[in-house]
């Protein structure tokens, strides 16, 4: 019997390529506002408030560097964001792998 729950590592170079992360950025962040639940709208507000130039799609990028990251002091400060909370991103960084690693 093989388990169902095991994914293939999927290698970084292939997560950072932009042509495997094509169309991914506005579903990810999608994900990583609805595990925000009721503070999804302040949330949203207080990033939009932010001086600009602000990157959008801010789940979904410090998601993407969750997964790019190399050693644990880098991912304990992408964690940090002041407004958007941990749980968040790594919801939204779990989703974006498991959509990667559906097309490799």
């Known amino acids: 019997a093989r388990p169902k729950d095991v994914l293939l590592p999927v ?3 292939y997560i950072a390529d932009g042509f495997n992360l094509a169309q ?3 579903i990810v962040e999608r994900i990583g506002f609805q595990v925000l639940g009721a503070q999804a709208v302040d ?3 207080r990033l939009v408030e932010l001086p600009s130039p602000q990157p959008s799609y801010p789940i979904y990028r410090l998601a ?3 997964l790019l990251n190399e050693n644990e002091a880098q991912e304990a400060m992408i964690l940090q964001h002041p407004l ?3 749980e968040a991103i790594q919801q939204a960084a779990e989703a974006l792998y498991l959509l990667v690693h559906a097309r490799f």
């Open 64 to 66: 993407l560097q969750l």
């Open 24 to 26: 991914l950025a506005p």
């Open 84 to 86: 958007i909370p941990q």
């Open 43 to 45: 949330i949203a507000k």
């Open 11 to 13: 290698p970084k170079e």
